[in-house]
Structures are given as structure tokens and as C-alpha cells.
């Protein structure tokens, strides 16, 4: 498993079964992760940022409480 790093490109989905989307790091400062959407090109800059954990993005496990889930995609 890769480590979380600007750049990448991973997907990301809300709860279990929803469709994947598309985010790129942003930045990385100890376990906060910057993310955008990809797949929100037009939409204003709040809309397509969002803050999340990387060690949530590296974990395996799905939670109740935190049923958002990571998969790595690119360098």
C-alpha cells in the first residue's frame, strides 16, 4: 500500500455501495489530507475541496461511523 502524498490520484466513496469518485492530495500535513474532487471541474473551489485522514485513506476497515472509503489509483 502506498503512502498518502501530493499528487496522487485516489478514489473515494461516501458510503458503502455508492459509486466511486475521483480526488487528487492536495497536501498532506501529519494525518490531514487535503483533497479535491476531480469530477467536479466547474463547481466553485469550496465545493471541490474537502478535508480527510491519512489514515483513514490507508486504512482497510469499514466503519459505522466513518463508512467513507479509499482506494489508491495513481502516482
Known amino acids: 500500500m502506498p503512502d ?3 499528487g496522487q490520484t485516489w478514489e473515494r466513496r ?3 455501495g455508492a459509486p466511486w469518485r475521483p480526488v487528487r ?3 498532506v500535513l501529519r494525518d490531514n ?3 479535491r474532487y476531480l469530477d467536479l471541474p466547474g463547481a466553485p473551489e469550496l465545493e471541490q475541496l474537502f478535508s480527510g485522514s491519512r489514515a483513514r485513506m490507508l486504512s ?3 466503519s459505522e461511523h ?5 482506494r489508491f489509483v495513481a502516482e
Not at 466513518?66 to 479509499?70: L, M, N
Open 4 to 6: 498518502v502524498k501530493p
Open 14 to 16: 461516501s458510503t458503502p
Open 25 to 27: 492530495v492536495e497536501n
Open 33 to 35: 489530507v487535503e483533497l
Open 60 to 62: 482497510t476497515q469499514v
Open 66 to 70: 466513518r463508512p467513507a472509503s479509499y
